[in-house]
């Protein structure tokens, strides 16, 4: 099966950044063939799909981030990364990575962005 994991999660400032990474590794060869995603979830809110990127390199952003976040993918790595800037305290939630090869989604755990003065 395919192992996804998050980090580069934790505790910043309001405006300030962070870059979080996913990185798969398993039974793949390479994420080339795979849409990689970013979700979140926060408490009392739905999980919400924030970013993804198809294979042919097209991305996809939430109304909330666009202009804030970027989503980026090094197949080479097996990394997908997202890079968010101006962050707001409603960006707080956990982040989790999905990889999808268009018959099964893998799910990393999830890391934890808070953004707090």
């Known amino acids: 099966q395919v192992h996804v994991v998050e980090s580069g999660g934790g505790l910043v400032q309001p405006g300030g950044s962070l870059r979080l990474s996913c990185a798969a590794s398993?039974?793949?060869?390479?994420?080339?063939?795979?849409?990689m995603g970013w979700y979140r979830q926060a408490p009392g809110k739905q999980r919400e799909l924030v970013a993804g990127?198809?294979?042919?390199?097209?991305?996809y952003y939430a109304d909330s981030v666009k202009g804030r976040f970027t989503i980026s993918r090094d197949n080479a790595e097996n990394t997908v990364y997202l890079q968010m800037n101006s962050l707001k305290p409603e960006d707080t939630a956990v982040y989790r990575c999905?990889?999808?090869?268009?018959?099964?989604?893998?799910w990393g755990q999830g890391t934890q962005v808070t953004v707090s003065s």
């Open positions: 999905n990889a999808a090869t268009g018959i099964s989604d893998f």
């Open positions: 990127i198809n294979s042919d390199g097209n991305t």
């Open positions: 398993g039974s793949i060869f390479s994420i080339y063939d795979m849409t």
